[in-house]
């Protein structure tokens, strides 16, 4: 029987590293996606042994590297069942000290990365004629307001309206979906802690605003997302992965009795 085929944006660390692990155990044929090839190179030397993979440097932003990257996956692996769409940055900061620079490269490639990824393989899971699914990252960011993070904000309030229309005009054949984690032990978080001068002080206060008292990792995320992606009656869906985050008001403090 054939490996499903299922590309990873954003492969080269944290919740894409720990998804393309988990496919590649459960038996699907994976794409590695990201700009730095040689952290793409060390992932890829953990799968295990037999694993069908592709390793391809790409950024997101760019439309020439997207539509390359897919055409050389599916020359080399086959069409794509499935698309989970990891990459990302933030860049914390007040409204009145974020560059539009920064701004700019955050939509890029938390948004416009996404809808170019789908864009690019939506074609080829179409031609297929089998069902695909897309896996988009959103986050606790794109229903809450969170102080100092403007363009993150935004950013994933995009993912989840691009996920919405893209599930109600792909169906039946494809299915799209959102997986909207709280915070995550991550490299990216780790570094939005290193800007604060204590990384101790701010993992603790980023524990203390999560109602489960627990910060995810990124393994136990990839088990969420493989999920979602191959749950057959799901498309639209926007996932909380987030430990309470959003239902609890973030940044309210205990009302006194």
């Known amino acids: 029987m054939t490996s499903p085929v299922t590309i990873v944006t954003g492969a080269s660390s944290g919740i894409g590293a720990a998804t393309v692990r ?36 790409c950024d997101v932003t760019v439309p020439e590297q997207v539509a390359d990257a897919v055409a050389a996956v599916v020359a080399e692996l086959g069409t794509p069942f499935g698309l989970v769409n990891a990459a990302g940055v933030c860049v914390p900061s007040p409204l009145a000290q974020t560059a539009p620079a920064d701004w700019d490269t955050t939509l890029a490639v938390n948004l416009t990365g996404t809808f170019l990824m789908c864009q690019a393989v939506v074609p080829h899971m179409c031609a297929l004629g089998k069902a695909g699914s897309i896996l988009n990252f959103g986050s606790e960011a794109g229903s809450i307001g969170m102080p100092h993070y403007s363009a993150y904000c ?23 979906n959102a997986l909207c984690p709280g915070p995550v032990d991550t490299p990216m978080l780790r570094s939005e802690f290193a800007l604060t001068g204590d990384v101790d002080k701010a993992y603790q206060a980023e524990v203390g605003r999560v109602p489960l008292q627990a910060i995810a ?41």
């Open 22 to 57: 988990l496919l590649a155990h459960k038996g699907h044929a994976v794409a590695l996606l990201a700009r730095d090839e040689a952290a793409l190179r060390e992932v890829a030397a953990t799968l295990p042994a037999g694993t069908s993979f592709s390793v391809r440097p």
């Open 154 to 176: 935004a950013s994933k309030a995009g993912v989840l309206g691009l996920t919405r229309a893209l599930a109600a005009e792909l169906a039946p054949l494809v299915r799209v």
């Open 217 to 257: 990792t990124a393994a136990e995320v990839a088990d969420a997302a493989v999920w979602l992606l191959h749950a057959g009656t799901a498309t639209g869906t926007a996932l909380a992965l987030d430990g309470g985050t959003t239902v609890a008001c973030y940044g309210a403090e205990p009302h006194q009795h």
